[in-house]
């Protein structure tokens, strides 16, 4: 009787939703290997990948292929387990965080209002957090089982530093929570369908927000965990095979959901700025498509934006990019959310 | 030798704002932003070939003259210049019926050249006496062996100028062909 | 020597107090060529840096000795291979002392136009492989760039791109390309309008410059002891222009700045580089428009033979003073050569300046050491 209650229709749907979602994200990972490659040419006066298909579109199921046909090696010195268990956890902590995103409005089908949001639930952001720490394994487990030193160091800078810049994030979002009074995703976009973006609140408080994305996702400036000149590609040195294309894909999967979380939190997600959309007549799922697309464009830029900057300029120094971290950005993030709780108890008398 | 020339660069402290790195680094993403649709620097190589200058020493040719016959007289003067050590040659007396083939009494039955070894450094096409040896504006192909770089006589040879007319003028290029040698 | 095992065996213990040791190269991003760094680290600073060379050890100077005097210029190519024209310079030179030959004054305005284009084309590459080294792709492409336009003039008047050969003793070997004076025009305007893009991308940029300033610190005391040359002594504010110092050709005619910088530091180092660009573009302009007529090349014997005695002669290269030594026996063939290269020396230096200094640091200094592996083995 008990499983007979259950919806399972709702079940049904949410399984879907995953599935897109997740297909998704791989798709969108896949092309944004793609986007690097073409970006970083014309940013070099060079043409990009051109030769597998037009423009060489097909040139990221190449290299898919390529990485599922080459030779795997696991080290005789290895911790076999763990060298499996890094990459692994570093696809899946990738592809959790999507599970909160809301992606746009209700779609209305088959007579149910289907939300296009994984799961809703009211620590939505804890839940961000929680997964996005866990990311560090993938990291730290893959590098200490490949039993190489500069593995070794790769993993430890990593790890302390997306510890470090974890602390800066979460401060810098702590404003924004305290202006929605809510940790529910939806909620925090209904605020600003209705109040306006967070990012004109909080300008400070999306920089310190994007810096730290960006040492999320052991992006340049921030890739102390890879950077090839120092420590020869870092944790993934001794990988190969399709589970360095696990460590590879996890890099712009993080990339783009963390581009999906800033256009959640500070940009409005699927929120057409100075439009009101309702008012257009149309019915609910032409709606929710337009949002899924004015979603995914704000994405785009984010990633285009990550890329840009990765071709860009230097990498700091370990030290540097600690001394950043805690002497810079955690002061930055605390004053600003001062700064907000003053000026929201003042508003309020 | 220390002098008192030495000029101070300048090693203040990072203000308040620069220790944002903020500024800077938008300074610099507009440069690379403005690189972004700008004419590309890329040759497209199997399909665009740029060209090389008339004096690029590339890959060595051996010469005909006008009716076809092989220049060289296997004398080893260019075998003695090179630097490198790189070409081999066996020389022979030309037969009686074989002067259609070879212009001089004698001949390179054996001519070697390592491209591994070569440095294109030309010293081969100064040394030689009979313009028989000259460096074109092309350079080795690749291979998959150490042995095909050893290029032997056939390989060499420039093609036949009665024969296969077009081919030579191809290979020739822009090289001037001397009456005398 | 050491044989392989050992090497590996003796940087795979533990040194003392638990240090680790990690082998950086031979095959390593970093090292720019095959230079094998035993590091001992402690934590991320550095302990110790002990390079292990001879991976590219090709005996050029035994090899010289078996090759007449036209022929082992053409092998020093291959030593400093991106100062291959300034390489075979100094090798002439010093045939040319032994023969007592006037050069003709268009060869030598020929020789010092490709030096200083040489000398452009070296910096630009060490400053986009800087770049790199800190982690910037960009500046890596706009270098080769601008540094392909070098090549094409080269190649238009030598014949070779990147081992020239146009040098030969009395001379050189071609006359100069009917379009090498515009061309050249053509690469000083654009090298003049790229320059801010330079300094904007890479010399401005504050996380480049706080990787760079009091890093690596070489005391021009220490600069001297260590024999340092070229840019990384000058870094130090040590004067060792060989062209200022003992000018050869027709340099003590020119006018040019030796750039010297007090700070002994990274960045010190780079904004010598930086400037001798700028020097050598100044030269250039003097020279271009005033390239005498006249012959290219002095008339010199078949077969050369050096009197019975010693040699010395130096030049500036890209990276510092080139000394070639050669002892004749009145033969064809020198008896014994000896190269005194720039690398070397400087590479020596590594090892006092990294001590302390985090891990990220060592690319950082290696890359304004500028280091090329081959000149160091040779």
Redesign the interface.
């Known amino acids: 009787m008990y499983l007979l209650a259950l919806d399972w229709w709702l079940i049904l749907e949410k399984c879907l939703l995953v599935a897109v979602v997740v297909a998704l994200s791989f798709f969108i990972a896949m092309y944004t290997t793609y986007a690097e490659r073409k970006v970083?040419a014309w940013?070099?006066?060079?043409r990009g990948p051109n030769r597998a298909g037009p423009f060489g579109i097909f040139q990221p199921l190449a290299d898919g292929g390529k990485l599922f046909f080459k030779e795997e090696i696991i080290p005789l010195a290895s911790s076999r387990f763990l060298f499996i268990l890094g990459p692994s956890m570093a696809m899946l902590t990738a592809l959790l965080t999507s599970a909160v995103i809301p992606w746009s409005t209700p779609m209305h089908l088959f007579g149910r209002n289907i939300s296009m949001q994984i799961a809703d639930i009211n620590i939505g952001i804890l839940y961000v957090f929680g997964v996005v720490s866990l990311g560090v394994y993938g990291i730290l487990v893959g590098g200490w089982a490949s039993n190489n030193?500069?593995s070794l160091?790769a993993a430890i800078r990593g790890a302390s530093q997306m510890i470090s810049y974890e602390l800066a994030m979460g401060l810098a979002l702590i404003a924004v929570l305290m202006m929605t009074g809510s940790l529910q995703m939806s909620v925090i976009v209904q605020n600003q369908v209705q109040h306006g973006w967070h990012i004109i609140y909080q300008p400070l408080g999306f920089v310190i927000f994007f810096v730290c994305a960006l040492a999320e996702c052991n992006r340049?400036?921030f890739?102390m965990a890879e950077?090839?000149?120092?420590?020869?590609f870092g944790y993934h040195q001794e990988y190969s095979s399709m589970k360095l294309g696990f460590y590879l894909f996890a890099e712009y999967i993080n990339m783009f959901i963390s581009s999906a979380v800033m256009v959640t939190l500070f940009f409005g997600a699927y929120d057409i700025p100075f439009v009101n959309e309702a008012s257009w007549g149309l019915n609910a799922n032409w709606l929710a498509i337009i949002g899924f697309i004015v979603f995914l464009a704000k994405t785009f830029f984010f990633l285009f934006v990550f890329i840009w900057i990765r071709?860009?300029?230097?990498?700091?120094?370990?030290?540097?990019l600690m001394n950043l971290g805690w002497k810079k950005l955690i002061p930055l993030a605390l004053a600003n959310m001062i700064v907000t709780a003053v000026v929201m108890l003042l508003l309020k008398k | 030798?220390?002098?008192q020339?030495?000029?101070?660069?300048d090693?203040r402290p990072?203000t308040g704002l620069?220790s944002i790195?903020l500024w800077?680094?938008l300074?610099?993403m507009m440069?690379?932003l403005s690189?972004l649709f700008k004419k590309k620097?890329t040759i497209q190589y199997p399909e665009q070939k740029r060209t090389?200058?008339k004096?690029?020493?590339g890959l060595q040719v051996l010469n005909r003259d006008a009716e076809g016959r092989e220049n060289c007289t296997a004398c080893g003067l260019c075998a003695v210049?090179?630097?490198a050590e790189a070409i081999t040659m066996e020389a022979a007396e030309r037969l009686s019926g074989e002067e259609h083939l070879y212009r001089e009494e004698k001949y390179a039955v054996k001519y070697e050249i390592n491209m591994l070894r070569c440095?294109?450094?030309?010293?081969c096409e100064d040394a030689c006496p009979k313009d028989a040896i000259y460096?074109s504006q092309t350079f080795a192909p690749a291979n998959y062996g150490r042995k095909g770089f050893i290029y032997k006589k056939e390989d060499l040879l420039i093609p036949h100028p009665i024969e296969q007319p077009e081919a030579y003028k191809k290979a020739l290029g822009e090289k001037v062909v001397k009456a005398d040698g | 020597m050491y044989r392989q095992t050992e090497i590996i065996k003796d940087a795979s213990q533990p040194g003392i107090e638990g240090d680790?040791v990690?082998n950086v190269g031979p095959q390593?991003?970093?090292t720019h060529g095959v230079l094998h760094l035993v590091i001992t680290l402690n934590g991320?600073t550095i302990k110790k840096v002990e390079p292990h060379l001879g991976y590219i050890h090709r005996s050029i100077e035994k090899m010289c000795e078996s090759?007449s005097y036209?022929?082992?210029i053409?092998?020093t190519?291959?030593m400093d291979y991106l100062s291959a024209h300034i390489n075979n310079h100094a090798c002439a030179l010093c045939v040319e002392k032994g023969l007592q030959v006037e050069i003709p004054p268009r060869a030598q305005v020929i020789r010092i136009l490709m030096d200083e284009l040489t000398r452009i084309a070296s910096h630009e590459l060490w400053w986009g492989a800087m770049?790199?080294?800190?982690?910037?792709?960009?500046p890596f492409?706009?270098a080769f760039?601008e540094r392909?336009t070098i090549n094409d003039i080269m190649?238009?008047?030598?014949?070779?791109r990147l081992?020239m050969?146009y040098i030969v003793p009395g001379g050189v070997?071609?006359d100069l390309?009917p379009d090498f004076q515009k061309k050249t025009k053509e690469f000083i305007q654009l090298y003049k309008r790229k320059i801010h893009?330079y300094d904007?991308?890479?010399t401005?940029?504050?996380?480049?410059q706080?990787?760079m300033?009091?890093i690596g610190y070489l005391s021009?005391e220490d600069a001297?002891s260590y024999g340092c040359t070229g840019p990384t002594a000058r870094g130090s504010?040590?004067?060792?222009d060989i062209r200022k110092?003992y000018p050869y050709e027709i340099y003590d005619k020119l006018e040019f700045d030796?750039v010297?910088?007090?700070?002994g530091d990274s960045?010190?180092r780079y904004?010598i580089r930086i400037g001798e660009m700028q020097q050598s573009i100044r030269i250039i302009e003097q020279l271009i428009d005033n390239i005498p007529e006249g012959d290219f090349q002095a008339k010199t014997k078949a077969v050369l033979k050096l009197p019975k005695g010693e040699y010395y002669s130096r030049v500036e290269t890209a990276r510092g003073e080139l000394g070639v030594y050669i002892v004749s026996e009145n033969g064809t063939t020198p008896y014994r050569i000896k190269f005194r290269s720039p690398g070397f020396s400087n590479l020596s230096v590594l090892d006092h300046i990294a001590r302390g200094s985090?891990?990220?640091?060592?690319?950082a200094m290696m890359g304004t050491l500028d280091l090329v592996i081959p000149d160091i083995d040779r």
Not at chain 2, 119 to 123: H, L, T
């Open positions: 970083a940013l070099q006066d060079r030193k500069f160091l340049t400036p890739d950077c090839e000149n120092e420590l020869n071709w860009t300029i230097p990498r700091f120094r370990y030290d540097q | 030798m220390l002098t020339r030495a000029k101070q660069v090693r990072m620069e790195y800077n680094i300074k610099g440069i690379t690189h620097a090389f200058s004096v690029f020493r210049a090179c630097p440095i294109f450094c030309g010293f460096l | 680790m990690i390593h991003p970093a991320e090759l036209r022929q082992f053409y092998v190519s291959r770049a790199m080294d800190l982690g910037a792709f960009t492409f706009h760039r392909e190649e238009d008047t030598c014949g070779a081992t050969n070997m071609a390309h893009e904007e991308l890479v401005g940029n504050i996380i480049f706080n990787r300033k009091g021009p001297v504010g040590v004067s060792s110092l030796e010297l910088e007090s700070a960045f010190a904004m985090k891990l990220g640091d060592l690319v």
